[in-house]
């Protein structure tokens, strides 16, 4: 280095990145108890694509591809839109995501660091706008005793489209939970009612609340190891709680207890791995705090009252616009600037 | 129909009135952008964008006959930020003009006869001297425009680049190498 | 117990110390020669007082002090000046400066050194007194220690700041140690200067000797001073965190610790002061660590002037040193050449490999972590500073405090994409100091040339007046006088005689001395003599020029 400081903090990107990687384990671990190992293989294809669409794009605007490659980055963005997608999907259901959250949503906007929103979310918003017949089919927990296909005939579902004879789709997959949920209440049935349904366990949806508590365990380290800051998991989850448990409270019948909301959809991982992406999340703390709480408050609002089943990935990419402004705003007083000073 | 053409016409009259009045009323002295723009260029008025001054300059932009690039001791960074000023794209040197070294003139005082022509040439008046008397530059008035060089009948002025010095030392912008050059 | 305060940030460096606590503070030999730069503090640099060829004795003063921020310059031993001229100092540009340079005579001859009783000088007298004695902050910025006790302002709390936070530097730790009783004599000198209520001498933890020492040193003195144990945090040792740290309060930005009833001093800066007054002893010499990749890491008593080189000599640098780092890991500069020399300053002095400071990798794009605003100590956001600075957007990083970094490198130190984020500062920081200088030229500039066009205008105003009433007067004369020619003309016909003149005496005047030239001075005389003949060639041209030259 040309000037000092001339020592270092062995940290960097990479690790941060790795060490994410790592705290995703153990919810894939409990994906795949619950739901079966077709969850690794959309990994297996995320990964592969976002590697290889990352390593041509680098090539295309003339930066070294080695160091841009092993940060780590694109491997994340394809696991956390891996996860989000329903495991038993056409192949290129997943490519197409991965690449164009890659291409467009990542380095169009200059790469890493530069992007506007957070590229996962895009590729997922993407894919439910496009193709929403195909995210739908989510795979039933093993322990509801449905009719299940076994690897093989997923693997040929996923790669060729087959089914075995006699099966359709329907039969072999379900709603999520929180889907599910939507459409009993429009059906004019109450929580309780629909809450008595098999595919629902003690929190919210039988097995994807445990891979919910996967990831909260994840986030937890990432928490305890100073990875990722609290103000975003911590404000993000705080402020659901609070709208759901007031909605709850005053009308039981038509909303859920906020821990079904904390369990259910992406609610988990978004607040430990999605909105908590430095680079499309505010900067100073009070930033922090409101993005969580603006991200919370439409997740709910999305969830309860729009169109879609689960509203992370939206309320995360308007809250993504709203940073730079949040970061504005909330611009810290600097040491021998605070207020009361000469 | 013809109320609705009577209120058209009422709402233009009153209208044009309030226009008119504030247009007497809110009058502001001289051109405000004039000042903004000249107080951008370096005002070394040199002449070098080929209008007497910076200040002649500043006002050929203002009125759009003059283009933002023509400035050469303001530089690229000058072109920039009249470009920033003006809400235009910003363009890069057209022609002959060139930024040059910041530079100080200098009177060979062996070869100067005390003529006076670059006394009054001088736009900052940074030349003093006397008829008959050897003329010396006020360094650290000089703005390097280089008016004084033309009417010199001796030549005995040049403009030697100011070398860096500690007191003004800058740091430099780091480079960062993305990938090593073989 | 005191309560202490904390500020934002920080980090825990490993800090290195031990390497060099281990011996006494060595003399370091005197050396073959000594280059004294004139430039040694904050502000303007000293003029010289002395000619080449003078003999002056050890402590004479060579440097005056040229403007209010400024200081004296004494030569460090007796001898003989060698030359005035620009040499390299230890500054990252690598340019040289004005140094003195002196051949010692080897007998360190002292000038007559008399005590002052300093109870019985005026503040004024004090004041002068320091500034003549070259006194200047030894903590690393150096700035002129008459200056801090000129504030009008009543201090309530004297600070005296041992904490000594950067890695690997031990001076002020082994000169606290082993020079306590003289350091808290200082400390008394001070103390009557600013009229301080409470003194506090604060100490970072991890020097348990040093506060020992002191301690001691102040019991023994039967006063009531106290030594603090302050946390062990970089960067504790800047004078307003140190501050904060041991008051709670925090040094409005732009001002001065004594607009907050505070003073703070250097240890080192308080033993050379008790030196100045107690034995009539200028700033000679200092305290330097030398450590890093050599065999003995030791600190040095060194006269100002002694080479780099000469003190990593008695250390013994390790074969795979590659570079010197003047000052510490943290915010230490690589010096040019090891044979720079030392200065007031200079604190430490480190070897460095590629083994002990490993190059960074590459840097990556920032990814907007906030580690670096999570140990900013200023609070600042380093990131937003950097992406303006990075974009030349200045404007911009002022207003997010830019001049409120003190580039202290903890920013950097924490970076995962190992951006040289206070790289980026200090090139912001020249840039924004150029802009603003050139600002202020343009704005001179512009005022100059207004008043010089409305000088013009009055003067062709009187002149028409002038005009208007002699052709009145030759009307009421009823005499038709002939034209008189133009001022122009006139000029014009000036010029010409003048060149002619010029030529002329050109033509008279031959040298007497060109007998027995060499080849290259007689190649200079052709090339002037061709630059003359051009010159009569245009002054022919402007004589038959007769248009007047536009000069409007």
């Known amino acids: 280095m040309l000037s000092s400081p001339f020592i270092t903090t062995p940290t960097s990107v990479n690790q941060i990145m790795l060490r994410v990687l790592l705290a995703l384990i153990p919810g894939i671990a409990l994906y795949v108890w619950y739901f079966g190992p077709a969850i690794l293989v959309s990994i297996t294809l995320a990964s592969i694509t976002a590697l290889a669409t990352e390593a041509v794009m680098l090539k295309l605007r003339d930066r070294p591809i080695k160091p841009f490659l092993s940060d780590h980055s694109a491997l994340l963005t394809a696991w956390l839109l891996a996860l989000s997608i329903p495991p038993l999907a056409p192949w290129w259901l997943v490519v197409v995501g991965t690449a164009f959250a890659i291409v467009v949503a990542k380095h169009l906007y200059g790469g890493l660091g530069s992007n506007a929103f957070n590229p996962a979310m895009i590729g997922y918003a993407v894919l439910i706008i496009s193709f929403p017949a195909h995210m739908t089919h989510w795979l039933t927990p093993h322990a509801l005793g449905g009719i299940e296909l076994d690897f093989a005939q997923q693997l040929s579902y996923i790669f060729h489209g087959t089914l075995p004879a006699g099966l359709t789709l329907d039969a072999v997959t379900m709603a999520t939970p929180l889907d599910t949920l939507k459409t009993q209440l429009h059906l004019g049935l109450s929580v309780s009612e629909i809450r008595d349904m098999p595919i629902y366990g003690r929190l919210a949806g039988h097995g994807s609340e445990m891979v919910a508590l996967g990831f909260a365990i994840g986030g937890l380290y990432l928490l305890f190891t100073r990875i990722i800051s609290w103000h975003l998991p911590l404000v993000y989850l705080g402020t659901l709680f609070a709208v759901a448990g007031i909605f709850h409270v005053f009308d039981p019948t038509h909303y859920v207890t906020p821990l079904f909301h904390w369990f259910s959809g992406a609610a988990m991982i978004g607040a430990f791995f999605i909105l908590t992406d430095p680079v499309t999340s505010p900067t100073t703390a009070k930033g922090k705090i409101i993005f969580a709480a603006g991200a919370a408050l439409l997740t709910y609002l999305i969830r309860v009252f729009g169109g879609f089943p689960d509203g992370m990935a939206f309320a995360t990419i308007l809250m993504n616009i709203c940073v730079p402004l949040i970061d504005l705003y909330t611009q810290p007083k600097v040491f021998g600037k605070k207020d009361g000073l000469l | ?182 | 117990m005191r309560t202490l305060h904390h500020f934002h940030g920080g980090i825990h460096p490993t800090s290195h110390k031990s390497l060099s606590t281990h011996q006494s503070i060595a003399r370091a030999p005197l050396p073959k020669s000594l280059v004294i730069p004139l430039r040694q503090h904050a502000g303007e640099a000293a003029k010289p007082c002395v000619n080449v060829g003078d003999h002056v004795l050890k402590g004479q003063r060579i440097g005056t002090p040229s403007a209010t921020l400024s200081s004296s310059i004494h030569a460090p031993t007796s001898g003989t000046i060698a030359s005035i001229a620009l040499h390299q100092i230890a500054h990252p540009s690598a340019l040289p400066d004005l140094c003195i340079t002196l051949i010692p005579d080897g007998k360190d001859t002292w000038i007559k050194r008399e005590a002052v009783d300093f109870l019985a000088l005026s503040a004024n007298e004090m004041q002068q007194h320091l500034r003549d004695f070259g006194i200047v902050g030894l903590g690393g910025a150096t700035f002129p220690s008459d200056l801090k006790l000129r504030h009008p302002i009543k201090v309530d709390t004297l600070i005296l700041n041992g904490a000594e936070c950067e890695p690997y530097i031990t001076c002020d730790d082994m000169l606290m140690r082993e020079r306590a009783s003289e350091i808290v004599r200082g400390i008394v000198i001070l103390r009557h200067a600013l009229e301080a209520g409470e003194v506090l001498i604060g100490i970072e933890d991890n020097k348990p000797e040093a506060i020992a020492a002191m301690h001691e040193a102040v019991s023994a003195a039967q006063l009531d001073y106290a030594v603090v144990a302050v946390p062990t945090i970089y960067p504790g040792g800047s004078a307003k965190h140190l501050i904060k740290v041991l008051t709670g309060l925090e040094v409005p930005s732009g001002k001065l610790p004594t607009d907050i009833g505070v003073q703070c001093f250097n240890v080192a800066t308080a033993l050379s002061i008790k030196r100045a007054l107690d034995d009539g002893e200028p700033l000679i010499s200092r305290i330097v660590t030398i450590t890093g990749n050599v065999e003995h890491p030791r600190n040095y008593e060194a006269l100002i002037g002694t080479a780099f080189s000469d003190l990593i000599d008695l250390s013994v640098a390790k074969r795979d040193t590659n570079r010197y780092i003047m000052g510490g890991p943290m915010m230490g500069v690589v010096l040019p050449a090891v044979n720079v020399p030392l200065v007031k300053s200079s604190n430490c002095v480190i070897a460095a490999s590629d083994t002990l400071f490993p190059p960074a990798p590459p840097a990556l794009p920032c990814i907007r972590c906030t580690r670096c605003a999570q140990v900013c100590p200023a609070e600042l956001q380093p990131q937003d500073l950097y992406w303006f600075a990075k974009s030349n957007n200045f404007g911009k990083a002022q207003e997010y405090s830019l001049a409120d970094c003190i580039e202290c490198g903890v920013c950097a130190y924490v970076c995962p994409s190992h951006i040289p984020l206070v790289q980026y500062y200090r090139y912001a920081k020249s840039e924004i100091r150029e802009r603003s200088a050139e600002k202020l030229a343009a704005d001179k500039a512009r005022e100059r040339h207004e008043y010089r066009q409305f000088r013009i205008e009055r003067e062709k105003q009187e002149k028409a007046e002038k005009l208007a009433q002699r052709e009145a007067a030759s009307k009421a004369a009823a005499v038709v006088a002939p034209s008189t020619p133009s001022v122009d003309d006139t000029q014009q016909i000036r010029i010409n005689e003048a060149i002619e003149r010029a030529k002329a005496q050109a033509a008279e005047a031959h040298p007497k001395n060109t007998d027995a030239l060499t080849p290259e001075q007689q190649a200079e005389i052709a090339s002037i003599e061709a630059r003359r003949a051009k010159i009569r060639e245009l002054a022919t041209d402007a004589g038959a020029d007769d248009e007047p030259h536009k000069t409007s």
């Open chain 2, 1 to 182: 129909m013809i109320t609705a053409l009577w209120v058209m016409i009422a709402l233009a009259a009153l209208l044009g009135l309030v226009l008119g009045f504030s247009a007497v009323r809110f009058k502001i002295e001289g051109n405000p952008l004039v000042e903004k723009i000249d107080a951008v260029l370096p005002q070394t008025q040199c002449g070098q964008c080929g209008y007497p001054g910076c200040k002649p300059y500043a006002e050929a932009i203002a009125k759009g006959e003059a283009d933002i690039n023509l400035c050469p001791p303001g530089g690229d960074d000058g072109i920039h930020k009249l470009a920033d000023l003006l809400g235009v794209e910003y363009k890069p040197f057209g022609g002959d003009a060139k930024p040059k070294a910041k530079a100080v003139a200098f009177i060979d005082e062996q070869t100067c006869i005390g003529c006076t022509l670059c006394i009054q040439a001088c736009p900052v008046d940074a030349i003093v001297g006397a008829a008959k008397q050897m003329h010396t530059v006020i360094a650290s008035e000089c703005t390097g425009c280089e008016l004084c060089l033309p009417p010199c009948p001796v030549d005995c002025i040049s403009m030697p680049a100011i070398e860096e010095r500690l007191t003004d030392w800058k740091w430099k912008h780091p480079v960062i190498t993305l990938r090593k050059i073989a």
